[in-house]
Nanobody, 122 residues
């Protein structure tokens, strides 16, 4: 059974940066596309970014395009989400999820982590 654990969240000032990690155990991460979602207080889940199994294909939500970068290190069974120029509206719990394809659709995901909280505030 694939297990995913997110880390790297925290409190950061507007304009700052954070790097989130999604580490896998129990099964090799290379067999999955990894998708990041977020849920802000009182709002629905939003797809943020995804990366294909090979790492050659990525997608981003319009709200984060140009500020966030997704990458993966299959040798370390880890996917990263580099978040720059953070805004207060990026405040949310960030979840990584594994599926067959890079789609950023909740219904396509087979495995989920428990999330890591990102708070952007001065």
């Amino acid at each position: 059974q694939l297990q995913l654990v997110e880390s790297g969240g925290g409190l950061v000032q507007p304009g700052g940066s954070l790097r989130l990690s999604c580490a896998a155990s129990g099964y090799t991460l290379a067999n999955y596309a990894i998708n990041w979602f977020r849920q802000a207080p009182g709002k629905v889940h939003e797809g943020v970014s995804c990366i294909s199994r090979s790492g050659r294909s990525t997608k981003y939500a319009d709200s984060v395009k140009g500020r966030f970068t997704i990458s993966r290190d299959n040798a370390r069974d880890t996917v990263f989400l580099q978040m720059n120029s953070l805004k207060p509206e990026d405040t949310a719990v960030y979840y990584c999820a594994a599926g067959w394809d890079c789609t950023i659709r909740r219904s396509d995901m087979d495995h989920w982590g428990n999330g890591t909280l990102v708070t952007v505030s001065s």
